[in-house]
């Protein structure tokens, strides 16, 4: 028989992110003794379901310290201030605990306070491809004080997670600038100023580059009207006014366009490094200082190719100037997130008035009044008033939900019809808002498994490209003793092979996929999570909660022969009053207000408890068979409606059996049509549930499933173990679970993509790569459609990257771009960042529900 268990409420402290929540939460769970931990940023706590006689508050602690954080909850639980009256668990769900339950003593020793960590986000400047990334995660990471760095190319940022008592942000600015990059600290602020930032930042920076085209242009058109008079016009090719007249153009462009460049390269040289900076100050400068030489020599009729080196110059920022404002598409679904929160709220005071006050200037306890047709300003509970709220922004679904008091809102949601009073409760980084926008900016920032190829190519490429540029100079020049041709040739080679295409290929499609997502209500952890559902072999689902309502209804009772059915209901109802467990709440209000003692919740099978002085047991049949109890008259009954697809729920009472209750927990909309979608597209769906193989042996042929695809009878320690045995069978494909439930959480851990609906547990939505914010099961292959469209999009990506190099830089090295290869290598390193940046973008309007359809 299992043992009781608790819920301990231990603070922690020290926590400032996700990745925080997930390194507590394991910390939490190899324990020796905890069943299962949910872990609240917010709230700075961790409710922690544990079996008493194995664990112990210090170890619990000790295992939070030594995660990095730290907690004042005691060591000794008699000196500690006991925890209130909290949840034991019947199969991983809630019940309230006996009255005796209370922690062992220990006599472990306390241990002192681990360092408690952040995550810091910082700004970064100046880099331009994936060498640029790996150079700055390096210099962070040698930071003393620095415990992982994650940069990203395509927002410009970077996740640092840091010990701060041991790291200044001064540190961390002085790595990157010795590394030839800018840092700065840039924490989000809230709502519409944050997104008003973010917005004035990507108009700077698109402004700038268009200001330095803009100078390009005009200085390059009569650099070009000049180099192309020069080859037509006899007189000009030899006349020294044209070739000092194009030499003060050409400077001019090296200067305010290529000077960047070159002040990048040279701090590159100086630290004894390369990057694209190096291979554009050296292809240009090459270009010009080859044309200047034939300037001073007297060689006029040379003197077009400074032409190409002002026109390199001009078309690489054209590349750049497309290339920012494309970008844009990935920040602007951060700044459309954050504009959805009002800048002002209508506060009530003591008196009732109203006093529109900034949304800063809330604090926990206000209460506002949101008016017909206005934006929920903030997080909170419904006191007055009824409505129906818009909250499409939130879950992706267009149908209005009816609030009555007692009901939660969430801030930036769309009021209907009906004047509300809220009280506010989540306020700036605890609200909904900003910690979807973090998840998303966190996902942004995330690395797939396939840019560890750009990363390994990266670290090799520029060196390669200098050598190669090298060898075609030599080679040139010896062979056919044309040092000219040589000149040309390798400053093409070093122009074409720019790896800014490389550098953008795998973030760039990531931040938009993301930002599509949390459009659809899909909030993607991890940009992993995208690349393995591409190469999903099959597909768990849940039963209670996530394919059904979770809302079992009592159908039918049956009571043996000397038992009124009336009565029967009502003991059983009194005996699982004290339950949280799902199937409890199918017997409210009908326990006549009969009073239930000794309540003990038996994990995973049931309840037991003295109801009016007789001992009533309620659960599996398994449960009164372990009691003693004659099941001959129930087996009938029970075979009958396990049949029907009815949870059976068996009564004995003073040993002695009694009758049985049908409880029916029906199908969500649309469960068996996305099931039969999945498995028509080829995918293998398998049903896995704690329920009696019968039960779900039914409820698996109401979905089209075949009884070898339903896998019932699960404990919640068991389902991981599931999870392992399926992927063991599909030969490297991955598994994905979708769950809803505090005892999904190790399965949805477990699993290759973890999917969790927003509608269910805490925990069960910390364990999962992916969250869906309402609990449409049509999310989920809107899910599998975004993360196949994102990967296809990144393998496009990285093969266009690759096929400018591979096939741009043998044409270069050979020739066969003839006398103006330098400049046609510019156009086509250009077009290269444009296209990858161009194939990213169309994520942002891929329809996911049109792509499901087909």
Known sequence: MAVATEVWDVPVRGMTCGHCVRSVTKALESTPGVVSA???LAGANAEVVVDPVVASRSAVARAIRDAGYTTDDGDDPGEAVPPPPVLLTIGGLAAKPAEDSTPPPTTEPAVSPGPAQEEWDLAIGGMHCASCVARVEKALKEVPGVEDARVNL???????????????????????????????????????????????????????????????????VPLVALGIGSMVVPSWSHAAWVGWSMCGLAAFLQVALGGPYIRGAWRRLLQGSANMDTLIALGTSTAFLYSLYHLLVGHLHQAHFFMDAGLILTLITLGKFLEVRAKGNAGAAVERLLDLSPR????????????????????????VRVQPGETVPVDGDVLEGESEIDESMLTGESVPVAKKPGDRVTGATMNGDGSLVIEVKRLGKESALEQIVRLVLAAQGSKAGVQRLADRVSSIFVPAVLVVALATFLGWGLATADWSRAVLNAAAVLI??????????????????????????????????????????????????????????????????????PELVALIAAAESSSEHPLARAFAGKGDDRAATEF??????????TVDGR???????????????????????????????????????????????????RLKPHAREVVSGIRERGGDVVLLTGDNPATARAVGAELGLPPDRVIAGVLP?????????????????????VGDGLNDAPALAAADV???????????????????????????????????????????????????????????????????????????????????????GWLARLDLDESTAT
């Not at 709220?345 to 604090?363: F, W, Y």
């Not at 003990?600 to 408890?609: H, P, Q």
């Not at 068991?718 to 679970?737: D, H, P, Q, T, Y």
């Open 754 to 840: 973890g999917i969790a609906l927003g509608t269910g547990a805490d925990l069960a939505k910390a364990a999962a790569d992916v969250v869906i914010a309402s609990g449409d099961l049509q999310a989920v292959p809107r899910a599998l459609v975004l993360g196949r469209e994102t990967l296809r999009a990144i393998r496009q990506n990285l093969f266009w990257a690759f096929a400018y190099n591979t096939l741009g830089i043998p044409l270069a090295a050979l020739g066969l771009f003839g006398r103006h290869g330098p400049m046609i290598a510019a156009l086509a390193m250009s077009l290269s960042s444009v296209t990858v940046v161009a194939r990213s």
């Open 38 to 40: 949910v872990v609240d």
């Open 496 to 565: 074409i092979a720019c790896p800014c295409a490389l550098g953008l290929a795998t973030p760039m499609a990531v931040a938009v996929a993301t930002g599509r997502g949390a459009r659809a209500g899909l909030f993607i952890r991890e940009a992993s999570a995208l690349e393995n559902m591409d190469r999903i072999g099959v597909i768990v689902f849940d039963k209670t909660g996530t394919l059904t309502e979770g809302r079992p209804s009592l159908v039918q009772a049956r009571a043996l022969p000397g038992w009124d059915e």
């Open 344 to 367: 002002t709220a209508n506060r009530l005071d003591e008196a009732g008035g109203v006093v529109e006050v900034p949304l800063a200037d809330l604090v926990r306890g206000d209460r």
């Open 717 to 737: 320690d068991a389902k991981a173990a599931k999870i392992e045995a399926l992927r063991s069978e599909l030969n490297g494909k991955k598994v994905a679970m």
């Open 154 to 220: 395509a927002t410009e940022r970077a996740a640092v997670v840091v010990v701060p008592d041991r790291v200044a942000i001064e540190d961390l600015a002085r790595a990157a600038a010795d590394a030839g990059y800018s840092a700065r600290r840039d924490d989000l602020m809230f709502g519409a100023r944050a997104a008003a930032q973010l917005r004035e930042e990507r108009a700077a920076s698109v402004a700038m580059w268009r200001n330095r085209l803009v100078v390009g242009v005009v200085a390059t």
């Open 615 to 665: 001992k009533v047991l309620v659960g599996s049949r398994a449960l009164l068979a372990d009691q003693g109890v004659e099941l001959g008259p129930l087996d009938p009954i029970a075979d009958a409606w396990e049949g029907e697809a009815l949870t059976v729920l068996c009564a004995a009472v003073d040993g002695r059996p009694a009758g049985a209750a049908a409880l029916a927990d």
């Open 600 to 609: 003990r919740a038996i994990r995973g099978r049931g309840v037991s408890a």
